[in-house]
């Protein structure tokens, strides 16, 4: 098999291992994580680019819906240890300790019921991000969410980002980077942006909530603000096969 098919195939396991639990979860909850995991390319994007670093082990996730990148870290574990691992993909860490932060009681329930039997058991905090106590962590994971609130709490969000990952220092090691990956739409892209707005509100409210305005900035913004927070950053694209205009920048800390 060349190394393409074989990442291919991995891929497909990976998705079918992550998204099972999600049966016990309701067809919702079932049917969103298939079509989420599957559609979305920022999941296997990170696994591919090497963006997880097994030292990582202590993960955050702002905004976690139902759960779904826990899933993927302990599916992702698994595979590494049956050795099903395809040699092109970088280790991943071994046991995550996992915290899902999310406003909405509902995507609690469903990431509850899911995957809340894995171990090491994730906790899943029903909190606001802006004022929610944030954990000593290695790897904090923000995937469309920071716009939701307003610049000035976006801001007051990273910072304390940067704190939870300094408070992480102690028990990381040398070679392990404290990591923020966020993912923003860019703002300066006019239509890629307008459309993920407009599928971001529909999304919002099939999913029973009401929708609240948004906060964007041009990506050169948000790279602005990370760096005057202490962050080296780099932006990848991160929105291939969709209309969106969508970015993930590697933010790590100094
Ligand atoms: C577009 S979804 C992304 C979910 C997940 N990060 C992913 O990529 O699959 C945005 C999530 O952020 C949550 N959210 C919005 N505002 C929030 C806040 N102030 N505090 C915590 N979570 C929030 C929403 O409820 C929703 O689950």
Redesign the pocket.
């Known amino acids: 098999m060349t190394a393409h098919r074989q990442q291919d195939a991995a891929w497909r396991r990976l998705h079918d291992a992550a998204t099972q639990p999600y049966r016990q979860a309701g067809r919702f909850a079932w049917h969103f994580a298939r079509g989420?995991l599957g559609r979305d390319p920022v999941f296997r994007g990170l696994i591919e680019q090497g963006l997880i670093a097994p030292g990582q082990r202590r993960v955050l996730?702002?905004?976690?819906?139902q759960g779904?990148f826990a899933s993927l870290l302990a599916s992702m574990s698994e595979m590494q240890a049956s050795l099903h691992w395809p040699p092109a993909w970088s280790a991943t860490p071994a046991q995550a300790h996992y915290t899902g932060?999310?406003?909405?009681p509902r995507?609690i329930e469903r990431a509850t019921r899911a995957v809340g039997h894995l171990q090491p058991t994730p906790a899943f905090v029903c909190?606001?991000?802006?004022s929610a106590t944030l954990p000593a962590s290695d790897l904090v994971v923000i995937?469309?969410?920071l716009h939701?609130?307003h610049l000035q709490a976006q801001e007051g969000v990273l910072a304390r980002v940067r704190h939870a990952l300094l408070q992480g220092a102690a028990e990381r090691d040398h070679a392990t980077p404290a990591r923020l990956l966020l993912r923003v739409g860019d703002a300066a892209s006019r239509r890629g942006y307008r459309i993920s707005q407009w599928v971001?509100r529909t999304?919002t409210r099939v999913r029973g909530?009401r929708v609240p305005p948004t906060w964007g900035r041009p990506l050169a913004d948000w790279t602005a603000l990370l760096e005057r927070l202490g962050f080296v950053v780099r932006s990848l694209p991160m929105s291939q096969g969709t209309p969106f205009a969508n970015v993930l920048l590697v933010a790590d800390l100094k």
Do not use: W
């Open positions: 989420k996730d702002i905004g976690c819906g779904l932060v999310e406003l909405m995507d909190a606001d991000m802006c995937l469309d969410v939701y609130v971001d999304v909530h």
